[in-house]
Every structure is written in structure tokens, then in C-alpha cells.
T-cell receptor, first 112, second 116 residues
Framework: NAGVTQTPKFRILKIGQSMTLQCAQD?????MSWYRQDPGMGLRLIHY???????DQGEVPNGYNVSRSTTEDFPLRLLSAAPSQTSVYFC???????????FGNGTRLTVT | AQKVTQAQTEISVVEKEDVTLDCVYE???????LFWYKQPPSGELVFLIR??????QNEISGRYSWNFQKSTSSFNFTITASQVVDSAVYFC?????????????FGKGTRLSVIA
């Protein structure tokens, strides 16, 4: 039972490069979300989805895009990496909006 | 909009001491859910508990207990007889049942260090 799988675990980007953080879940959850974790800031919501084809912005969406073409996958795209996007990124899924979140193991991204 | 405040940034205790982590929330909904998560040094996020706004009974699970008080908008977490393995960052979170679709909103976390 894989749960929520995030790839890669680590990545170093140069300023201006783009990349996609992959997230997949095998629990048939409708809700998926992306959070970033920065020291002293807790977990902040970037984007979320309530089902295939439906996405919405969270608290800190600028510089990121998402899509949800299938129930299983919810990739996060960095369009043009900036040092402010250095962070740990967590993907999560849940059965419903008020259900506990199942988190992936995180992606540590450094932009230099 | 919902908000979660964890005023304690860092707490340090000696092993076997009891420790309480505070969580204060704000919401306009009458139906909402409160959560606690643990993030050990290895980095993964581990779900501990979910309570709904209609259930104010205290919850106990082993050395862990939770005190939910609607009158003070608080959902505090107590670890009894703390152990080194309890060292982690603990997050409190809130979701509203009816206001939009936004998933959980998290507090900034409390880093607990238990010293042997």
C-alpha cells in the first residue's frame, strides 16, 4: 500500500529553471493538495483540488501551476524558479475535505 | 477566514515531565474539525487526532491527551511523562465544514525537545 508518493526527494535548481514535482496517490481520494513548509511558517497551502479537472488556489499560489487530469495524480509545476521557492514541499490527499490528510514524504527543493 | 495560532514556538522539557502544547483557533463556522499532526526529525507528517466541533469530550490515548474547549477556542495537547521519542514539531490544524472548499489550515507548529 503506497499511499501518497512524491518524487523527487531532493532537487537543486538554478534561478529561472522550471520543474515538476510529481505526486500520486493510490487511495482513490478526491481531495489533493500541495503545501510548502518553511522555518517558522508552518505548512502553507499552495494549490488544492477537489476532484479530477478541478483545482483552486491556496494561500501562496504565485509561481506555481497545478493540474488534475486523473484522480491519482496531482503534479506541481514551478514555472521559473526563484530563491524564495527554496522550501520543503508536501503533497497530501484525503477522502473528503474534513478527513485527515495523508502526506507524502516531502520534496526538499533548493533554488540557487 | 479560519486561523490557527500556536503561540509556543519551542518548548524544552526533561524526560518524564508533562508538557502541554497550546492551540487556539478562529472560525466563523459552527461545524468544524480540529487536528493534531506530529513531524519527527525524520520529516514525515503523522496524523494524531481529529475532533469535530460537537464533541467536547477530552480524549486520551496512552500518554497523549487532548483538551477541547469551545468557550476559549482551544484544542490543547498534553503529553504525560514525556520521552525522548516525543521530540518533534507538532502542528495543530483546522478545517471548516461549510465555508468553501479550502482544506486544512495549519498553525506554525511547536517544536518540542525532550532531553534525557
Amino acid at each position: 500500500n503506497a499511499g501518497v508518493t512524491q518524487t523527487p526527494k531532493f532537487r537543486i535548481l538554478k534561478i529561472g529553471q522550471s520543474m515538476t514535482l510529481q505526486c500520486a496517490q493510490d487511495m482513490n481520494h478526491e481531495y489533493m493538495s500541495w503545501y510548502r513548509q518553511d522555518p517558522g511558517m508552518g505548512l502553507r497551502l499552495i494549490h488544492y483540488s477537489v476532484g479530477a479537472g478541478i483545482t483552486d488556489q491556496g494561500e501562496v499560489p504565485n509561481g506555481y501551476n497545478v493540474s488534475r487530469s486523473t484522480t491519482e495524480d496531482f503534479p506541481l509545476r514551478l514555472l521559473s524558479a526563484a530563491p524564495s521557492q527554496t522550501s520543503v514541499y508536501f503533497c497530501a490527499s484525503s477522502y473528503s475535505r474534513n478527513s485527515p490528510l495523508h502526506f507524502g514524504n516531502g520534496t526538499r527543493l533548493t533554488v540557487t | 477566514a479560519q486561523k490557527v495560532t500556536q503561540a509556543q514556538t519551542e518548548i524544552s522539557v526533561v524526560e518524564k515531565e508533562d508538557v502541554t502544547l497550546d492551540c487556539v483557533y478562529e472560525t466563523r463556522d459552527t461545524t468544524y474539525y480540529l487536528f493534531w499532526y506530529k513531524q519527527p526529525p525524520s520529516g514525515e507528517l503523522v496524523f494524531l487526532i481529529r475532533r469535530n466541533s460537537f464533541d467536547e469530550q477530552n480524549e486520551i490515548s496512552g500518554r497523549y491527551s487532548w483538551n477541547f474547549q469551545k468557550s476559549t477556542s482551544s484544542f490543547n495537547f498534553t503529553i504525560t511523562a514525556s520521552q525522548v521519542v516525543d521530540s518533534a514539531v507538532y502542528f495543530c490544524a483546522l478545517s471548516e465544514a461549510y465555508s468553501g472548499n479550502t482544506p486544512l489550515v495549519f498553525g506554525k507548529g511547536t517544536r518540542l525537545s525532550v532531553i534525557a
